[in-house]
C-alpha cells in the first residue's frame, strides 16, 4: 500500500513535515483542513519512498 505525508512550507521557505504514514485520501483531507483554518503556510501532500 502507498503511504502518503503532508508537508509545509513557511514563509522563508522552510519545509516542515506535518504527517507521515497516511492514505492519499486521508493527507489531502489533512491539508485541506490545515488551508481552511485559514493558515498561511503552504501545504501539499507527496508520496512516502518505498
Do not use: S
Amino acid at each position: 500500500m502507498e503511504t502518503f505525508r503532508v508537508m509545509r512550507q513557511d514563509d522563508n521557505g522552510n519545509r516542515f513535515l506535518v504527517a507521515a504514514g497516511l492514505d492519499r485520501a486521508a493527507a489531502e483531507a489533512l491539508a485541506a483542513e490545515y488551508e481552511a483554518r485559514g493558515h498561511k503556510q503552504l501545504y501539499w501532500v507527496e508520496r512516502e519512498a518505498q
